[in-house]
Each structure stands twice: as C-alpha cells, then as structure tokens.
C-alpha cells in the first residue's frame, strides 16, 4: 500500500516506518496517525517481518506534536473523537505482536513523545527532546501521555513534565529510564536495527507472550501474574518450545522461523 505521510521498508526481515513530514517537522496529522497504525498492523500480520523500528524523516524531529492546525476549531465531542482514535493508534503500536523500537531522531514533544512511549522500546540521538507541552496550549496529553510517563518514569518525575511543559534532553530521558540507550545521530538505525535483529533470533512465540504479560501488567482489573502461569504453560505446547529446549540440550543455537 502507497502513503501519503509515511515511508515503509523491509530490510533483513525489519520494518522501518518512517513518518515523512520533514517539513513540518514530522507533525502527526490524524491522516499520519492512521497511516502509522496501518503499517504496523501490516507488519505483525507479515510473516516476513520480525521486527520493527518507527522514525521520523531528517535529523531534527521524530514527531514535534501534533498538527496543531487540525484542531485548534474542534468541538468538544471531535476532540474526544480524535483522542480515541489517538489511543486507539498508541494502543495498536504497545500490542502489537512483534516488537517495536522507536529511533527517536531529534524532538519528539507532546503526540510525538506519545507515540515514542507507545512503542516497546525507545533509542534516542544524542540530540532528542522529549517533552509534554499541551499545559502552554491550554490542554493535556490526549494519546496516553499522562498514562504512559507515569509509567515509564514515575509519579513525580512525570508530574514535572506535564505541569511545567518543560522538555527533557536524552541524557535526562535515559537517567530517567525514558529511553533504553542514546547513540550518535549517525548510529542511530544501525543500533536500532542491531536490537531488531539481537530480538529476531528469539522465540516469536515468546516474544508476543512476553508482550502480553508486561501490557497486562498496566491494566486494571487484570492479574497480571495469573496471565503469566496462563502463558507459561500454553509455551510448553508450542513448536517454538521443542526447538528451543532442543537446541540447548543438544548444546546447539535454536532456529526459530523455518
């Protein structure tokens, strides 16, 4: 499928989603959203892809917001229709069933800190901001960011991100276990794509168990641990499970994916 906002590849077996807005810094548009939940539903269904890796085109923005000129005339009801169909594209992203790392390639401030957080792992540039500005438009994060910081980073630390708007650089967002590493601007895919490929020789089937198990684990009403014994022993009865146990007891590398 052709996109008018993102730009898809294959490479060994990775799929590279690069929003293709360089000159509006990578803005989101609800159009762009869409496009982005398509493409990394495509992705989990394709056999050929073990792994993917969301960016942003050029040095300077991963994703600087959202389009601001999109909404500024919304109703109340179009601006909570557009914050479900936000979550909707973040909740895509955090279950899908092969791994996601954002390459986080310059600012990625209110939808596009959102969408970074939604994604399984993050690697930033040296150069990276992330931030929450919405209080210096008179709003709040609407596609899991209140939700999401607290998560990744604390009550507190996210607290003084979201009530001074203020943005964090990349040294700060990886002391604050924002981000997983930070590399060079001309690192930064190639590290990306190392991760992929480090993930891709691992068990598929564990991989989307180990997913469900840490999703379930922020979920009200759901017992995390009791979804862990649940998937423990369905793994056991799975092909993944013999090729595995196999390869060790034989002192052998597995092979996963035929």
């Not at 389009?67 to 936000?86: L, P, Q, V, Y």
């Not at 954002?102 to 994604?119: I, P, Q, S």
């Amino acid at each position: 499928m052709s996109y008018n906002n993102i730009i898809t590849e294959i490479d060994n077996n990775i799929l590279v989603i690069k929003i293709n807005r360089e000159s509006k810094m990578n803005a989101l548009t609800l159009e762009t959203l869409s496009e982005i939940k398509h493409a990394v539903e495509r992705g989990s269904e394709n056999a050929a892809v073990y792994a993917m890796i969301l960016t942003g085109e050029g040095q300077k923005a991963f994703a600087a917001g959202a389009d601001i000129s999109e909404f500024t005339h919304f109703s109340i009801d179009k601006a909570t229709r557009m914050s479900a169909d936000g979550h909707d594209v973040m909740d895509a992203i955090e279950n899908a069933s092969k791994v996601v790392v954002a390459a986080v390639n310059g600012f990625a401030l209110g939808g596009g800190c959102e969408l970074a957080m939604a994604c399984h792992m993050r690697i930033a540039s040296s150069n990276a901001k992330f931030g929450q500005p919405e209080v210096n438009l008179g709003v709040i994060p609407g596609y899991g960011g209140t939700q999401r910081l607290v998560q990744l980073i604390g009550k507190g630390r996210a607290l003084e991100m979201l009530l001074t708007g203020d943005p964090i650089d990349a040294k700060t967002a990886f002391q604050w276990g924002l981000v997983n590493s930070v590399v060079s601007q001309e690192e930064l895919i190639k590290e990306a794509k190392i991760l992929c490929e480090k993930i891709s020789t691992k068990s598929p089937t564990s991989i989307v168990k180990v997913i469900k198990c840490i999703n379930d684990y922020f979920k009200p009403n759901v017992n995390g641990m009791q979804r862990e014994i649940y998937e423990f022993g369905e793994a056991f009865g799975t092909p993944d499970f013999g090729e595995g146990t196999g390869a060790f007891l034989n002192k052998q590398k597995p092979k996963f994916r035929a």
